[in-house]
């Protein structure tokens, strides 16, 4: 699951929009957003780019977000 409150805190960190790191994968910015919101997977070759264009060496953090639901037990 991406997690895309982390993902928009580094575009601003980086100062890097949207538009550029579509263009650095070689996708459209639609398709970007798909990928963003869960409806299209990141191919592990956008994943590496991805790292590239960020300048950093991991990103697990970003693109696989453990979220974890509590349940109360009455």
Same mark, same amino acid.
Not at 15 to 35: D, F, H, M, N, V
């Given at each position: 699951?991406?997690?895309?409150?982390?993902?928009?805190? !580094?575009?601003? *960190?980086?100062?890097? %929009?949207?538009?550029?790191?579509? #263009?650095?994968?070689g996708i459209s910015?639609?398709? !970007?957003?798909? *990928?963003?919101?869960? %409806?299209?997977?990141?191919?592990? #070759?956008e994943i590496i780019?991805?790292?590239?264009?960020?300048?950093?060496?991991?990103?697990?953090?970003?693109?696989?977000?453990?979220?974890?639901?509590?349940?109360?037990?009455?």
């Amino acid at each position: 699951m991406i997690n895309n409150e982390k993902i928009a805190i !580094l575009l601003i *960190k980086k100062k890097k %929009t949207k538009s550029q790191w579509a #263009e650095y994968l070689g996708i459209s910015k639609s398709t !970007l957003a798909r *990928k963003l919101n869960g %409806t299209s997977d990141f191919y592990r #070759e956008e994943i590496i780019k991805s790292c590239e264009f960020f300048g950093e060496e991991d990103m697990t953090e970003y693109f696989f977000d453990k979220k974890v639901t509590e349940t109360e037990q009455e």
